[in-house]
């Protein structure tokens, strides 16, 4: 199976958990709710985590909602990540910010998640980021057997560069399934480094973090980004559309169906945004807006 055939029951957009614990609202289990409620309710069904948010807790903190209502499991598609060590009470021998991809590791995040969650499987597991030290054929090997064990159903990597999307393969018998990565108006590496056209190439389904920088798009506190922000907002006018939207329409208009995640802690916001799904950008409104992220007409 490919990787959007894989990845085929993941929602459009993804919500992401980086900043639970950022909630002006809290993070109560009523809350956790609320926003898992809306996003179910506006067709977001794919919660993108990390073992390391909110200083390794965001998991258990959502997990809560899973061992509250254990039928919510089989609606949500699960994604989590590992690898980043930073330094932590929780962790007090981790002296140095570092990447660990050994299998002890892995296993060890794994089953973690998979505890907090009250699950036995995780939809989609992603190696965090690439390390200097990163031993493809051991990863490789950690990876398959997890699938294998059926303890994730599919191997994901972030923040990857196509040949390390390749070294890794190489050494697996299942398919990656995608790569996340950050695309956004201020970032724009994946349409010309090779990223998303390897994702078309090999059917990986990509998945793009901080949509909107962030929320550096919205403040645009430089002159660049303000600039980028006004032919968003130029576009918003002809359409229609507030400012997330557009640039979400932006985003959804490439042919690998990016899936963006999204990580506002305001509910009005989550379904507004989910109204992006149904904005068709027209081609040369598509390129008005890529102009005016590069700053120059395309060759
Ligand atoms: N793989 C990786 O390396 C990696 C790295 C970073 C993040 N991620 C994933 O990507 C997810 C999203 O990242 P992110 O939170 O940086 O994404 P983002 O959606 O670009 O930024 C969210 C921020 O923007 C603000 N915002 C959103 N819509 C707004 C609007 N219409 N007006 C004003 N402010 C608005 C939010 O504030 P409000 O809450 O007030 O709306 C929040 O502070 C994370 O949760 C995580 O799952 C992955």
Known sequence: MTGNEQMSNFSSLAYGLMRL?????????????????TCLEFGISSFDHADLYGGYTCEEVFGKALKEDSSLRENIQLITKCGIRLLDNKYPQTYI?????S??????????????FATDYLDLFFIHRPSPLINYEELGRTLDSL??????LAAGVSNFLPHQVQSLQNFMSNKLVSNQIEIHPLKLDAFTDGTLDQCQSLKMRPMSWSPFAGGEIFTARDHRTYQVRQAFEHMCTKYSISLDQCILAWLLKHPTQIIPVLGTNNTDRIKSMTEAKNINLELQDWFFLYKACTGVDVP
């Open 97 to 101: 910010k570092h990447y660990d991809y």
């Open 21 to 37: 614990l950022d909630d002006k609202k809290g993070y109560s289990l009523k809350r956790v709710r609320e926003k898992i409620d």
């Open 147 to 152: 699938v294998d064990e059926k303890k994730i």
């Open 103 to 116: 299998n002890s590791l892995i296993q060890k995040s794994v089953d973690n998640s998979l505890s907090y």
